[in-house]
Protein backbone atom coordinates (compact mmCIF):
# COMPACT_ATOMS: atom_id res chain seq x y z
CA UNK A 1 0.00 0.00 0.00
CA UNK A 2 0.97 3.55 -0.90
CA UNK A 3 1.39 5.86 1.69
CA UNK A 4 -0.68 9.51 0.18
CA UNK A 5 1.28 12.37 -0.75
CA UNK A 6 0.78 14.74 2.03
CA UNK A 7 2.48 12.48 4.77
CA UNK A 8 5.72 13.51 3.28
CA UNK A 9 5.08 17.16 2.93
CA UNK A 10 6.37 18.28 5.61
CA UNK A 11 4.58 20.37 8.43
CA UNK A 12 6.38 23.74 7.60
CA UNK A 13 5.19 23.64 4.19
CA UNK A 14 2.08 23.65 5.22
CA UNK A 15 1.64 25.93 8.19
CA UNK A 16 1.64 29.01 6.61
CA UNK A 17 -1.44 28.39 4.23
CA UNK A 18 -3.09 27.57 7.92
CA UNK A 19 -2.08 30.98 9.10
CA UNK A 20 -2.72 32.69 5.63
CA UNK A 21 -6.46 31.23 5.66
CA UNK A 22 -6.89 32.59 9.33
CA UNK A 23 -5.18 35.73 9.07
CA UNK A 24 -7.49 36.17 5.74
CA UNK A 25 -10.11 35.79 7.84
CA UNK A 26 -9.44 38.17 10.85
CA UNK A 27 -8.06 35.81 12.67
CA UNK A 28 -4.40 35.28 13.96
CA UNK A 29 -1.13 33.02 14.09
CA UNK A 30 -1.40 32.46 17.71
CA UNK A 31 -5.07 31.25 17.26
CA UNK A 32 -3.77 28.97 15.13
CA UNK A 33 -0.52 27.89 16.97
CA UNK A 34 -3.45 27.53 20.21
CA UNK A 35 -5.37 25.14 18.34
CA UNK A 36 -2.29 23.14 16.97
CA UNK A 37 -0.78 22.99 20.20
CA UNK A 38 -4.49 21.91 22.14
CA UNK A 39 -4.59 19.23 19.22
CA UNK A 40 -1.31 17.97 19.87
CA UNK A 41 0.58 18.45 23.05
CA UNK A 42 3.44 20.59 21.41
CA UNK A 43 4.59 23.91 23.03
CA UNK A 44 5.92 26.46 20.99
CA UNK A 45 9.62 25.27 21.40
CA UNK A 46 8.74 21.79 19.70
CA UNK A 47 6.81 23.18 17.11
CA UNK A 48 9.20 25.94 16.17
CA UNK A 49 11.64 22.62 16.19
CA UNK A 50 9.09 20.28 13.51
CA UNK A 51 9.30 23.39 10.89
CA UNK A 52 12.85 23.90 11.29
CA UNK A 53 13.51 20.06 10.40
CA UNK A 54 11.31 20.26 7.95
CA UNK A 55 9.61 17.34 9.90
CA UNK A 56 7.18 15.48 7.67
CA UNK A 57 2.74 14.78 8.58
CA UNK A 58 3.37 11.52 9.81
CA UNK A 59 6.20 12.31 12.08
CA UNK A 60 4.48 15.15 13.26
CA UNK A 61 1.65 13.44 14.41
CA UNK A 62 3.01 10.37 15.81
CA UNK A 63 5.62 12.03 17.20
CA UNK A 64 3.03 14.46 19.03
CA UNK A 65 3.73 15.00 22.58
CA UNK A 66 -0.02 14.35 23.80
CA UNK A 67 -2.98 14.03 21.06
CA UNK A 68 -5.62 15.34 22.90
CA UNK A 69 -8.78 13.02 23.73
CA UNK A 70 -11.08 15.39 22.88
CA UNK A 71 -10.30 15.51 18.93
CA UNK A 72 -13.02 12.63 18.92
CA UNK A 73 -15.14 14.95 19.32
CA UNK A 74 -14.47 16.65 16.66
CA UNK A 75 -17.10 16.22 13.40
CA UNK A 76 -17.93 17.85 10.30
CA UNK A 77 -16.72 17.58 6.51
CA UNK A 78 -13.44 18.93 5.17
CA UNK A 79 -12.62 18.24 1.17
CA UNK A 80 -15.89 16.48 0.68
CA UNK A 81 -14.79 14.19 3.52
CA UNK A 82 -16.38 13.36 6.84
CA UNK A 83 -13.62 13.75 9.37
CA UNK A 84 -15.27 11.09 11.49
CA UNK A 85 -15.15 8.50 8.92
CA UNK A 86 -11.45 8.61 8.29
CA UNK A 87 -10.43 5.48 8.54
CA UNK A 88 -6.25 5.36 8.32
CA UNK A 89 -5.18 7.19 11.46
CA UNK A 90 -2.31 9.74 9.98
CA UNK A 91 -5.01 10.76 7.35
CA UNK A 92 -7.86 11.82 10.16
CA UNK A 93 -5.16 13.37 12.46
CA UNK A 94 -4.60 15.64 9.55
CA UNK A 95 -8.30 16.19 8.78
CA UNK A 96 -8.99 16.87 12.26
CA UNK A 97 -6.43 19.68 12.04
CA UNK A 98 -7.94 20.85 8.66
CA UNK A 99 -11.47 20.94 10.64
CA UNK A 100 -10.43 23.12 13.45
CA UNK A 101 -8.34 25.34 10.90
CA UNK A 102 -11.86 25.84 8.74
CA UNK A 103 -13.80 26.58 12.00
CA UNK A 104 -11.27 29.30 12.90
CA UNK A 105 -11.60 31.08 9.48
CA UNK A 106 -14.86 30.42 9.39
CA UNK A 107 -15.72 32.63 13.01
CA UNK A 108 -16.07 29.87 15.38
CA UNK A 109 -15.42 31.06 19.12
CA UNK A 110 -11.88 29.29 20.57
CA UNK A 111 -14.03 27.71 23.23
CA UNK A 112 -15.85 25.80 20.22
CA UNK A 113 -13.04 25.02 18.28
CA UNK A 114 -11.17 23.53 21.42
CA UNK A 115 -14.19 21.64 22.55
CA UNK A 116 -14.25 23.12 25.68
CA UNK A 117 -17.31 22.49 27.67
Known amino acids: MTKHRIYTMSFASVYPHYVAKAEKKGRTKAEVDEIIRWLTGYDDKALAGVSENRTDFETFFTEAP????????????????????????????????????????????????????
Open 66 to 117: EMNPARDLIKGVVCGVRVEEVEEPTMREIRYLDKLIDELAKGKAMEKILRKQ
